[in-house]
């Protein structure tokens, strides 16, 4: 087709095409679909359906008036290599495609709906194009076919023994996970398991200075995952790093809960996990006060078990880092999506009474948060090319699922993401204690990651608005892990301050004001955490104190070994 005028299918016809495609997204993924809103009842914006319309009938007939000129978008890393761009069919395909999909997902902003809803629409759709691209598909792939003409088919049948391992593991591999051993190569700072009771291990690192401060450090990690992504390598391990800023540092390495540990409810958490392991480390510590860090919904455990102790009177802990935490859950990102009253009642009848939610069904919802680079490209790199994918010690701790008990997950689906109930003084009831976090009114350094789509920056940065005391916020480059785990010496990324410390009332005007600076935040939030631990003090001869606590096995211990 050689002009514009010479392709005009009108309004309708483009309408219908394209809500045929949705009906055929929305039903792929029926978890994302709006119930109230089926795909036959959709109502659009017709003007932006008609600027939607003219958009798509130019740049499709640029395409074809190409013909197998056209080139793909070298935007796209998906088609941008030499066989996509030198086989005029396949980059004529992959242009098409890409055409396509751009005006599925524009459609998007022009549904009448709520934002929920449109947000809803949008994730469907985009993972069904995410699904749809040629890449994936070995007949349409020129770099797959390419390669299995030059191994002569052993690409092929290396790809169907990957297929195979990958289907008995239950996961698609995204590193060579032949080369990593938990103890051996990840989580190796030398330390000692000094508690332990249902719930967690109590490891304590030994001291990498002669002196320490007085005040112990506590790490509480995402009991979602398992705690070594604060250890992973020596270069990298934020424990090991905070051991050598002389801190004498403690983690909660939380138990992968089987079908025994089922029953156990948030407040088990709060009570035997968070608020025990603060009261371990004050004893083993011979301290008034310790200082904490929760990461991720370690934090959000954290915030609630200090709203407990200061509900009854108790301010054990001088200071709180929470890296990467929701508190007030108005803004949860992508994971909205799956949030509402239906689904949460869903779970509830599942698992509310007891039960688990497997590891795996909770790693594959975070891996398609990100569909192209956490599914996708491993599909086509382990399968269609039979690649094995390189070493990468994040993405095999990323693999290492975790079960969680079914009735601490749903209790924090319904009060933190549909009710957020935590910020919203006395509304909620743990540990036998109404909550005010009014009452939490001690030093908290906040750290969020500007491309986090697990805690977005805006609900990282809500907490300052929520907390009483003495706050920092300081945001990261990067996301959700590679933004945390980011040390100094790698000289990496960067972070941004206010020099003036106002914290306004929303993340924008923070930014306003903010300066950004090379290299990794941990410096500054090692100088803010010294100036809350106290004098130095010789640093213990022996791991734990007394008779009561003594070392029980060597770090990392063995509930970091269990699988799910």
Excluded at 234 to 253: C, D, I, K, M, W
Excluded at 357 to 376: C, H, I, M, Y
Aim: proline share 6%; charged share 20%; net charge negative.
């Amino acid at each position: 087709m050689s002009s514009e005028a010479s392709w005009n299918p009108g309004v309708p016809q483009f309408q219908q095409f394209f809500t045929e495609q949705w009906a055929k997204a929305l039903a792929a993924f029926p978890a994302a679909s709006p119930d109230t809103c089926p795909t036959a009842a959709l109502k659009f914006d017709a003007a932006k359906l008609q600027e939607l319309q003219q958009a798509y009938v130019q740049e499709a007939s640029k395409l074809w008036s190409q013909g197998l000129a056209a080139t793909a978008n070298l935007q796209d890393k998906r088609f941008g290599s030499a066989p996509w761009l030198s086989n005029p069919v396949a980059a004529l395909t992959a242009s098409s495609y890409l055409l396509n999909a751009k005006a599925l997902t524009g459609l998007a902003d022009a549904v009448q709906a709520d934002e929920k809803t449109r947000a809803r629409i949008r994730f469907a759709v985009e993972q069904w194009v995410a699904a749809m691209s040629p890449s994936n598909y070995l007949a349409l792939n020129p770099e797959a076919q390419q390669k299995a003409i030059e191994t002569k088919g052993e690409s092929l049948a290396k790809g169907i023994q990957n297929l195979l391992h990958d289907i008995e593991q239950g996961h698609v591999s995204m590193t060579d996970e032949s080369v990593f051993e938990v103890g051996k190569n990840v989580a190796t700072t030398e330390g000692a398991v000094v508690y332990e009771n249902e719930i967690f291990q109590l490891i304590e690192y030994k001291p990498l200075t002669a002196k320490v401060h007085e005040r112990p450090f506590l790490l509480i990690p995402p009991c979602i995952n398992k705690y070594y992504i604060l250890d992973l390598q020596p270069e990298n391990s934020l424990v090991r790093y905070a051991a050598s800023q002389g801190h004498r540092t403690f983690v909660v390495s939380w138990r992968n809960p089987g079908e025994e540990q089922g029953h156990l409810t948030w407040d088990d958490y709060i009570e035997n996990a968070v608020i025990r392991a603060i009261q371990v480390v004050q004893e083993i510590g011979g301290a008034d006060q310790i200082n904490a860090l929760g990461f991720c919904v370690g934090g959000t455990m954290l915030t609630t078990a200090l709203a407990v102790l200061a509900a009854r009177g108790e301010s054990p802990v001088a200071s709180a880092t929470l890296l990467t935490t929701l508190v007030d859950f108005t803004d949860t990102g992508i994971l909205d999506v799956f949030i509402d009253e239906n689904f949460v009642q869903m779970r509830e009848l599942q698992m509310g009474q007891g039960g688990l939610l497997k590891g795996q069904e909770l790693a594959s919802t975070f891996s398609f948060l990100r569909p192209n680079d956490l599914v996708w490209n491993y599909v086509v790199g382990n399968y269609l090319k039979g690649e094995t994918p390189p070493p990468f010690d994040l993405l095999y701790w990323n693999s290492d699922a975790t079960n969680l008990p079914g009735p601490w997950y749903t209790w924090y689906l319904r009060n933190m993401y549909l009710e957020n109930n935590l910020v919203k003084p006395g509304k909620l009831t743990v540990c036998g204690q109404p909550l005010d976090l009014g009452a939490i009114d001690i030093p908290v350094y906040i750290y969020g990651s500007r491309e986090d789509h697990i805690v977005p920056i805006t609900g990282s940065y809500a907490t300052t608005q929520v907390l009483p005391g003495a706050k920092r916020f300081v945001m990261g480059a990067s996301g959700h892990i590679a933004g945390v785990i980011n040390p100094p010496a790698k000289k990496k990324r960067s972070h941004w301050i206010r020099q003036d410390g106002v914290l306004p009332a929303t993340h924008a005007q923070w930014l306003e004001g903010a300066q950004e600076l090379p290299g990794s935040w941990w410096t500054d939030w090692s100088q803010w955490l010294q100036s809350h631990a106290g004098k130095p003090v010789a640093a213990p001869k022996r791991y734990g104190r007394g008779t009561k606590y003594q070392a029980l096995e060597a770090a990392p211990g063995s509930y970091v070994q269990q699988k799910a």
